[in-house]
């Protein structure tokens, strides 16, 4: 994680995970899969620059009173299996909502027998948003390390960590 006076903060995190690129690829951007790993919401991906992102709150989450779609974005670079970059604005919450968009770019590339996933998230101005993906926010989850790992282990057990 990098921060600097002018409150540009980025976090990059990168997983190492016994499957293809066009596995890892729909893993992320299928509903079908993605919402089996990390918090277990299913994610919305019109896969065209200029396209939209949604994710959707689970049950448990509108339980508690979280809006329909609690994060949103737009997709500004689409390069299957290989590379997409998008606006990240996490909604659920009033402080988070508040904060400027950010940008999330997702990087996989073949290594052998396994692939590398990079998660480049660009949180300039947005420290909430920061305390969140960043998994610093207490009974909130543990941030992308946590669906990082969750999805490298579905990938490769075929069972999330919680199931």
């Not at 997983?15 to 951007?29: E, G, H, L, N, R």
């Not at 009033?94 to 770019?105: D, I, K, M, S």
């Given at each position: 994680m990098t921060e600097t006076?002018?409150?540009?903060?980025?976090?990059?995190?990168?997983?190492?995970?016994?499957?293809?690129?066009?596995?890892?690829?729909?893993?992320?951007?299928?509903p079908e899969w993605n919402e089996k790993f990390g918090y277990q919401v299913p994610g919305e991906f019109d896969l065209r620059e200029g396209g939209t992102y949604r994710a959707l709150a689970n049950q448990e989450m509108r339980d508690h009173?979280?809006?329909?779609?609690?994060?949103?974005?737009?997709?500004?670079v689409c390069?299957?299996?290989?590379?997409?970059?998008?606006?990240?604005?996490i909604m659920f919450e009033?402080?988070?909502?508040?904060?400027?968009?950010?940008?999330?770019?997702w990087e996989i590339e073949a290594c052998g027998g396994f692939s590398a996933l990079t998660v480049t998230h660009e949180l300039t101005d947005a420290p909430l948003a920061a305390a969140f993906v960043g998994g610093e926010v207490p009974n909130a989850g543990g941030g992308w390390a946590y669906v990082l790992?969750?999805?490298?282990?579905?990938?490769?057990?075929?069972s999330a960590?919680?199931?």
């Open positions: 006076a002018n409150s540009t903060m980025v976090q990059v995190h990168r997983v190492y995970i016994k499957a293809s690129p066009q596995a890892i690829w729909d893993a992320i951007t299928k009173g979280a809006p329909e779609v609690i994060i949103d974005g737009e997709i500004l390069e299957p299996p290989h590379r997409l970059v998008q606006t990240w604005n009033a402080g988070t909502a508040a904060e400027p968009v950010t940008r999330l770019t790992s969750d999805l490298k282990s579905l990938l490769e057990t075929g960590m919680a199931g």
